[in-house]
T-cell receptor, first 113, second 112 residues
Framework: DVKVTQSSRYLVKRTGEKVFLECVQD?????MFWYRQDPGLGLRLIYF???????EKGDIPEGYSVSREKKERFSLILESASTNQTSMYLC????????????FGQGTRLTVV | GENVEQHPSTLSVQEGDSAVIKCTYS??????FPWYKQELGKRPQLIID?????GEKKDQRIAVTLNKTAKHFSLHITETQPEDSAVYFC???????????FGAGTRLFVKA
């Protein structure tokens, strides 16, 4: 059974805090993604990584950074959390190849107060 | 940049009726089009996908059609049931590509 696991289901942080969201997959996938999900806006890509130590900006990278030190782990970092980063964050992984599905984590609902 | 537009944003149907969700993509190099279903409080999961060399694919009550010329693809659900109620996302990506671009989602309500 494939698994993408996010470290926290719910998180409450204060404005200005540094926040780490962790994601681990056990499928040996090369590609990993971070999305944020907001009502009416769907899934918006923040960053993705296609290999260890490689990263690419998605559509809304501002205020975020990522780290991929090991193949199975992809971390999303909010350097200084702000209230407009309150959202549901979804991690996903996907194998290499033209026609492969993405597997999602259960999501982390982050509230910044 | 690339984008995927999805309509409608909300769809309400009576149990047993059909539901159709439509998407348009901008990147003409896209050749893989998955559909994901997200039930309330759960993660999105793939329900059906189609490749660009195929015009239609069916899996029981679910079918997807693709018009490459118009850069348009649709999800059709027949004989809807209350358990079909969920948010549905269309997506597009390039073969071997790293990015999957998602539509904004359609919230489907099936009334019993």
């Amino acid at each position: 059974d494939v698994k993408v696991t996010q470290s926290s289901r719910y998180l409450v942080k204060r404005t200005g805090e540094k926040v780490f969201l962790e994601c681990v997959q056990d499928m040996d996938h090369e590609n990993m993604f971070w999305y944020r999900q907001d009502p009416g806006l769907g899934l918006r890509l923040i960053y993705f990584s296609y290999d260890v130590k490689m990263k690419e900006k998605g559509d809304i990278p501002e205020g975020y950074s990522v780290s991929r030190e090991k193949k199975e782990r992809f971390s999303l970092i909010l350097e200084s959390a702000s209230t407009n980063q309150t959202s549901m964050y979804l991690c996903a992984s996907r194998g290499t190849g033209g026609y492969t599905e993405a597997f999602f984590g259960q999501g982390t609902r982050l509230t910044v107060v | 940049g690339e984008n995927v537009e999805q309509h409608p944003s909300t769809l309400s149907v009576q149990e047993g009726d059909s539901a159709v969700i439509k998407c348009t993509y901008s990147d003409s190099a896209s050749n893989y089009f998955p559909w994901y279903k997200q039930e309330l409080g759960k993660r999105p999961q793939l329900i059906i996908d189609i490749r660009s060399n195929v015009g239609e694919k069916k899996d029981q009550r679910i079918a997807v059609t693709l018009n490459k010329t118009a850069k348009h693809f649709s999800l059709h659900i027949t004989e809807t049931q209350p358990e079909d109620s969920a948010v549905y996302f269309c997506a597009a990506s390039r073969g071997g590509g790293f990015k999957t671009i998602f539509g904004a989602g359609t919230r489907l309500f099936v009334k019993a």
